[in-house]
């Protein structure tokens, strides 16, 4: 399974990215999909996963209201539009897939400057 993660870069406080996570398998075959970061000194943290067999979402509470993660089947991709940036959401993003394993795109940076 290849997970292609995209659209990272650089953007001011208050601008918005949409990151791309393009699977390599019909996304219906993982039970979940979401994204994480990891900044610099930090553990890695849950940022939006997007559950298919009950089809909920989850978000962590730093990025709620502003951050969305939705899907297009079609595409076998999913997407996180981030909103409303903030110098603290500067981190690697990184794409995630479970089904009975777990599988990680390659990160995408995300900067946001002050």
């Known amino acids: 399974v290849q997970l292609q993660a995209s659209g990272g870069g650089l953007v001011q406080t208050g601008g918005s990215l949409r990151l791309s996570c393009a699977a390599s398998?019909?996304?219906?075959?993982?039970?979940?999909m979401g994204w994480y970061r990891q900044a610099p000194g930090k553990q890695r943290e849950l940022v939006a996963r997007?559950?298919?067999?009950?089809?909920?979402?989850n978000y962590a509470d730093s990025v709620k209201g502003r951050f969305t993660i939705s899907r297009d089947n079609a595409k076998n991709t999913v997407y996180l539009q981030m909103n409303s940036l903030k110098p603290e959401d500067t981190a690697v993003y990184y794409c995630?897939?479970?089904?009975?394993?777990?599988?990680w795109g390659q990160g995408t940076e995300v900067t946001v400057s002050s």
């Open positions: 398998r019909n996304i219906f075959t993982f039970n979940a």
């Open positions: 997007i559950t298919f067999g009950v089809g909920g979402t």
């Open positions: 995630n897939a479970r089904d009975w394993n777990e599988f």
